[in-house]
């Protein structure tokens, strides 16, 4: 669910393996893991491309390959998360914006990219496109209830008539309610069992 410049992971990679991983090898092997539906890359919406090159969004198919490969394990559900510290909760959304990603991308007639931060307009975790409508998407999967702060990105992109946004969601941990006439808080485990 994190947006990373493949030089990025090309930096990070050569200082783990002290040899020189091309930018190309990198973008290959990216690409490897997305045929293999390991992960998705989520573009960044078409409308900043023409003006910025933004990376891709990464969402993984699976957190338990993340958990085995690292030996760390980060709950996912309500009960858990009231347990453990706020750092957990944090990394728990992290996880929780990678497994919507990945699900979004995989329900047929929906186009899904995200939007970056610009000037005067804030990030959008997801953008879902169908037709000519857009949705913004936004993260919030923490134990306290949405505010004011969190609304900013899908606030602003609905705001603007260019991106025909209808209505935007903010997933949350386990708040469901309706904010106002446009913007719908709903809870990750109700959006992940729509189809």
Do not use: H
């Amino acid at each position: 669910g994190q947006s990373v410049q493949p030089a990025r992971i090309q930096q990070e990679l050569d200082a783990v393996l002290q040899s020189g991983v091309s930018l190309n090898a990198v973008v290959d092997a990216l690409q490897i893991l997305e045929d293999s539906m390991l992960v998705r890359q989520i573009p960044a919406l078409e409308a900043v491309l023409k003006k910025q090159a933004s990376p891709n969004k990464f969402c993984l198919c699976d957190n338990f390959l993340r958990e085995a490969w690292l030996q760390e394990r980060i709950p996912l559900d309500v009960e858990s998360l009231n347990n453990v510290p706020e750092a957990t909760v944090t990394l728990a959304g992290r996880l929780i914006e990678s497994v919507i990603g990945y699900y979004l991308t995989g329900i047929s007639g929906l186009d899904i990219s995200w939007f970056p931060e610009r000037t005067q307009e804030p990030e959008v975790d997801f953008v879902i496109t169908v037709g000519l409508s857009r949705i913004p998407l936004e993260v919030k999967y923490r134990r306290r209830p949405v505010n004011e702060q969190d609304l900013r990105g899908v606030r602003s992109f609905c705001a603007q008539t260019k991106y025909n946004a209808p209505l935007g969601l903010i997933v949350t941990l386990d708040e469901f309610r309706f904010i106002d006439d446009q913007i719908v808080a709903l809870p990750a485990y109700a959006l992940l069992a729509m189809r």
